[in-house]
C-alpha cells in the first residue's frame, strides 16, 4: 500500500482483504471488513446491552466470540491504543475469508435487521463545538453582516456544554419542542418551536480518561479519542434567538440530538487523514494546539450529506431526497486533537464514553451548508422538494437522515451507518 499515510496503515487496512461475511465484500457496504466500527446491541426480550462489530450486513457478539469477556463498553473504550490495534487485528483476521474462527464466530453473527440498536455506549458528558468556519461566517452574516465572525474565534476552540441526557441512537423519534417565542416589540409566548433544524455534525468519542488537573498535549490527544460517529445536533431557531444572550443555548438544544449507533474508530480512519492547513493570513494556533503532526495529518477526509423525506413522500413510497453535502476536513477549524487539548488545558477531567460535538459542518459553497437556517437565508427563501413540497424548516413528520462514507483511490470505501430520526407533533395538552 503506496501511499502519503503508509506509516499509520497496517495489513487491517489492505483494500484486497474478502471476508467470509459475503455483505462485507458489496462495494456499496458501510462496514466492509476494513471498517469494524464498535457499538451496542440487544437481542429481542433480552434487556442486556451488548457490544457488537459491524460487518456487512451482520452484527458479531464480542463477548460470544470470545473476544471480550465482559459487556462493558467503557471499558473497551478505555484500552490503550496498542490493545485496541490488536484487537482491531484480531477482528479483520478473523473475518477474512478462508479464516478458521467462521465456524465458531458464526454462532456469534446476528442478522442487524433482527437486532435493537442503542447508544453506542452510554455518554457522561456531551460539550457541543463550533468548528465549523463557513457556518460561523455565514450565520454571523445573518445577524452581524459587518462582522461575521467574532475576535475570538481564530484563536480558541468555542464551544458549550450540552445535555447528555437528550443524546439518542439513530431511530428515536422525538417531539417537536416548546419554547419561548417572541417576534419584535411582542410580549414572548409559549408555543411549539416554528423554526425547527438540523446541523450536520461529527461526534467525537473519548476513550482512555486523563487524570483530573492534568491537561493532554497534541501529542498523545489522539491516544484519549475512540472514534467518529453521525451527529444531529438539532435546533429551535426561534427559541435560541431569544434566550440566547448572555448564556449561550439552553432549551433550543437540550432537547434532542441523534447520533449514529456505531463508533467508526480512529484506526479505520487513518486512511483517509488529511493535512491540516490555515490560510496564510490567519493566525496561528498558540503552541498547546500546534503540532508538527497535526499539520501534516491532523484532519479527516469525511464526506457528509443530509437528506429529507417528508410524510408526504413516506406514504407515496418516495425517497428521501439529497438537500447538501460537505466534507469535514474543507468544514473544520479545528481538528479531533486540538478540541482534545483545549478541553483539558485546565485541568479538565475527561472520561470514556464522553462526547463533543464538532458543530455544524459547512462547506464553502451555499449548496454546502449543513443547516436550514443556512440553505433558506434564515427561512426568506424556502427550498422546492421534488414532489411540489417546500420547506423553510422541518416540519411534523419529517425524516432527516445525515449519510457519511470515507473514500479515496487505492483503498476500500467505508461509511457511518444510519443517523436518522423523525419529527412528530407537540401534545395536545402541551401546545
Given at each position: 500500500?503506496s501511499?502519503?499515510?503508509?506509516?499509520f496503515?497496517?495489513r487491517?487496512?489492505?483494500?484486497v482483504?474478502?471476508?467470509w461475511?459475503?455483505s462485507?465484500?458489496?462495494?456499496?457496504?458501510?462496514f466492509?471488513?476494513?471498517?469494524?466500527?464498535?457499538?451496542?446491541?440487544?437481542?429481542?426480550?433480552?434487556p442486556?446491552?451488548r457490544i457488537?462489530?459491524?460487518?456487512?450486513?451482520?452484527?458479531?457478539d464480542?463477548r460470544?466470540a470470545?473476544?471480550?469477556?465482559h459487556?462493558?463498553m467503557?471499558r473497551?473504550?478505555?484500552?490503550?491504543?496498542?490493545?485496541?490495534?490488536?484487537?482491531?487485528?484480531?477482528?479483520s483476521?478473523?473475518?477474512?475469508?478462508?479464516?478458521?474462527?467462521?465456524?465458531?464466530w458464526?454462532?456469534?453473527?446476528?442478522?442487524?435487521?433482527?437486532v435493537?440498536?442503542g447508544l453506542?455506549?452510554r455518554?457522561?458528558d456531551?460539550?457541543?463545538?463550533y468548528?465549523g468556519?463557513?457556518h460561523?461566517?455565514?450565520v454571523?452574516?445573518?445577524f452581524?453582516?459587518?462582522n461575521?465572525l467574532?475576535?475570538?474565534?481564530?484563536?480558541i476552540?468555542?464551544?458549550y456544554h450540552?445535555?447528555?441526557?437528550t443524546?439518542?441512537a439513530s431511530?428515536?423519534?422525538?417531539k417537536?419542542?416548546?419554547g419561548?417565542?417572541?417576534?419584535?416589540?411582542?410580549?414572548?409566548?409559549?408555543?411549539?418551536?416554528?423554526?425547527?433544524?438540523?446541523?450536520?455534525?461529527?461526534g467525537?468519542?473519548?476513550?482512555?480518561?486523563?487524570?483530573?488537573?492534568?491537561?493532554i498535549p497534541m501529542?498523545s490527544?489522539e491516544d484519549h479519542?475512540?472514534?467518529l460517529?453521525?451527529f444531529?445536533?438539532?435546533?429551535?431557531?426561534?427559541?435560541?434567538?431569544w434566550?440566547y444572550?448572555?448564556?449561550?443555548?439552553f432549551?433550543?438544544?437540550?432537547f434532542?440530538s441523534?447520533v449514529?449507533p456505531?463508533?467508526?474508530?480512529m484506526?479505520?480512519l487513518?486512511p483517509?487523514?488529511?493535512p491540516f492547513a490555515r490560510?496564510e493570513?490567519l493566525?496561528?494556533p498558540?503552541?498547546y494546539?500546534?503540532?508538527?503532526?497535526?499539520?501534516a495529518?491532523?484532519?479527516f477526509?469525511?464526506?457528509?450529506?443530509?437528506?429529507?423525506?417528508?410524510?408526504?413522500?413516506?406514504t407515496a413510497?418516495?425517497?428521501?431526497?439529497?438537500?447538501?453535502?460537505s466534507?469535514?476536513?474543507?468544514?473544520?477549524f479545528?481538528t479531533?486533537?486540538q478540541?482534545?487539548?483545549?478541553?483539558t488545558?485546565?485541568g479538565?477531567q475527561?472520561?470514556?464514553?464522553?462526547?463533543?460535538?464538532t458543530g455544524?459542518?459547512s462547506?464553502?459553497?451555499?449548496e454546502?451548508a449543513?443547516?436550514?437556517?443556512?440553505?433558506?437565508?434564515?427561512g426568506?427563501?424556502?427550498?422546492?422538494l421534488?414532489?411540489?413540497?417546500?420547506r423553510?424548516?422541518?416540519?411534523n413528520?419529517?425524516?432527516?437522515?445525515l449519510?457519511?462514507?470515507?473514500?479515496r483511490p487505492?483503498m476500500?470505501?467505508i461509511?457511518?451507518?444510519?443517523?436518522?430520526a423523525t419529527?412528530?407533533?407537540?401534545?395536545?395538552?402541551?401546545a
Amino acid at each position: 500500500m503506496s501511499s502519503r499515510t503508509d506509516h499509520f496503515l497496517d495489513r487491517t487496512h489492505d483494500p484486497v482483504i474478502q471476508s467470509w461475511v459475503a455483505s462485507a465484500n458489496d462495494p456499496c457496504t458501510d462496514f466492509p471488513p476494513q471498517n469494524l466500527p464498535f457499538g451496542r446491541f440487544r437481542l429481542d426480550g433480552d434487556p442486556d446491552w451488548r457490544i457488537g462489530v459491524a460487518i456487512g450486513d451482520q452484527v458479531l457478539d464480542l463477548r460470544a466470540a470470545g473476544l471480550v469477556d465482559h459487556a462493558d463498553m467503557h471499558r473497551l473504550m478505555a484500552l490503550p491504543r496498542n490493545a485496541r490495534r490488536a484487537l482491531r487485528q484480531s477482528l479483520s483476521d478473523g473475518f477474512r475469508r478462508n479464516s478458521a474462527t467462521q465456524t465458531p464466530w458464526e454462532n456469534a453473527l446476528h442478522p442487524a435487521h433482527a437486532v435493537v440498536l442503542g447508544l453506542p455506549c452510554r455518554i457522561g458528558d456531551y460539550t457541543d463545538f463550533y468548528v465549523g468556519i463557513h457556518h460561523a461566517t455565514a450565520v454571523g452574516k445573518l445577524f452581524r453582516p459587518d462582522n461575521p465572525l467574532l475576535p475570538n474565534y481564530h484563536w480558541i476552540p468555542i464551544g458549550y456544554h450540552g445535555r447528555a441526557s437528550t443524546v439518542f441512537a439513530s431511530g428515536h423519534n422525538f417531539k417537536r419542542p416548546m419554547g419561548q417565542l417572541k417576534s419584535g416589540d411582542e410580549q414572548p409566548r409559549l408555543a411549539p418551536t416554528q423554526r425547527l433544524d438540523y446541523e450536520v455534525e461529527l461526534g467525537v468519542f473519548i476513550g482512555q480518561p486523563n487524570t483530573a488537573g492534568e491537561p493532554i498535549p497534541m501529542a498523545s490527544a489522539e491516544d484519549h479519542v475512540f472514534g467518529l460517529a453521525l451527529f444531529n445536533d438539532w435546533s429551535a431557531r426561534d427559541v435560541q434567538a431569544w434566550e440566547y444572550q448572555p448564556l449561550g443555548p439552553f432549551l433550543s438544544k437540550n432537547f434532542a440530538s441523534t447520533v449514529s449507533p456505531w463508533i467508526v474508530t480512529m484506526e479505520a480512519l487513518a486512511p483517509f487523514r488529511r493535512p491540516f492547513a490555515r490560510a496564510e493570513s490567519l493566525p496561528r494556533p498558540l503552541p498547546y494546539l500546534d503540532s508538527a503532526d497535526n499539520r501534516a495529518r491532523g484532519a479527516f477526509d469525511v464526506e457528509l450529506e443530509v437528506c429529507l423525506q417528508t410524510a408526504a413522500m413516506r406514504t407515496a413510497g418516495q425517497p428521501a431526497v439529497r438537500l447538501a453535502r460537505s466534507n469535514f476536513a474543507d468544514a473544520a477549524f479545528w481538528t479531533v486533537a486540538q478540541l482534545v487539548s483545549h478541553h483539558t488545558v485546565n485541568g479538565c477531567q475527561l472520561q470514556p464514553g464522553d462526547l463533543f460535538g464538532t458543530g455544524t459542518l459547512s462547506g464553502p459553497l451555499p449548496e454546502e451548508a449543513g443547516s436550514l437556517l443556512e440553505l433558506t437565508h434564515r427561512g426568506q427563501h424556502a427550498i422546492a422538494l421534488p414532489n411540489g413540497e417546500i420547506r423553510t424548516f422541518i416540519e411534523n413528520g419529517d425524516c432527516v437522515e445525515l449519510r457519511g462514507s470515507c473514500q479515496r483511490p487505492g483503498m476500500r470505501r467505508i461509511g457511518f451507518g444510519p443517523c436518522a430520526a423523525t419529527v412528530l407533533p407537540t401534545p395536545q395538552c402541551a401546545a
